[in-house]
Structures are given as C-alpha cells and as structure tokens.
C-alpha cells in the first residue's frame, strides 16, 4: 500500500513538472547572456531543402543506413558531401 502511494505521488510529482514546463511556470524572467560564446559550429550547420527523389533510390539509402545504424538522411549527406570533395563528375549517356 505504501509502495503504491509511493508510486502515485511520484507520478504525480512529475505531471506537475511537466505542466510547469509546457505553462512556462518556473521559468526566469530574465536570462543573463552576457558571457555566452558564439557557436564555433554556426557556419557549418546544415541547411533544410526540400528535393525530390525516386523512391527506389530513397528506399536504397535507407535499406543502407538500417544496415549501418544511421539515420538514412545523414547517410545521403554523407555521399553527397563525398562527391563534392572529391569531385566527381556525372557521367551521362543517352540511349
């Protein structure tokens, strides 16, 4: 019985914690941002597009990143980011 009351108030402690956060109560009215440090990484972050592909191909990427463990869309990143460094160029021909 105790356990239980354990438990509910426990349970309790954090829904309250959570309504605190999604309200805002708790919250400071002020934050002091004067020693903070600009993002080292700013310049590197990546940048949301929108681009349309086969779904075979999306279906390969994400076959391929199931299979070593990373999610599909940094694995596209990965091979898109190789081809830039190393140049390569698409070789096309038309039948």
Request: charged letters at 35%.
């Amino acid at each position: 019985m105790v356990e239980k009351q354990f438990e509910l108030s426990q349970r309790a402690r954090r829904i309250n914690e959570s309504e605190k956060l999604t309200k805002g109560i708790g919250m400071r009215e002020h934050y002091d941002f004067s020693e903070s440090v600009k993002n080292p990484y700013a310049k590197k972050l990546k940048k949301q597009v929108t681009i349309r592909l086969d779904e075979d191909t999306i279906t390969y990427f994400k076959n391929l990143a199931e299979e070593k463990d990373l999610p599909y869309q940094s694995l596209i990143n990965l091979y898109l980011r190789d081809c830039a460094q190393s140049h390569k160029d698409l070789k096309l021909e038309w039948q």
